[in-house]
């Protein structure tokens, strides 16, 4: 597992508030309820601050699942 996904793990889970076994690398807003656009935004910012990146407001509208947001971030980091 690389660096970026497993930080990214650990943001998902401390946004979401998952305990350690959750499978946050299958998650999307549709998988999982909770996963609302206060809850975007505030994971926006996480990843945003966790990883020293900024991310266009296209950016952040195409990234609703996991695998979009690690794909997204690794793209931002050189």
Known sequence: MSDV???LEQTFRRVFG???DADVRS??????????SIDHITLILAVEQEFSIA???EEVSDAWS????ETLVESKIP
């Open 18 to 20: 998952l305990p350690a």
């Open 66 to 69: 996991f695998e979009a947001m």
């Open 55 to 57: 991310l266009t407001p």
């Open 5 to 7: 996904s497993s930080k």
């Open 27 to 36: 998650m999307s807003e549709r998988t999982h309820g909770q996963w609302d």
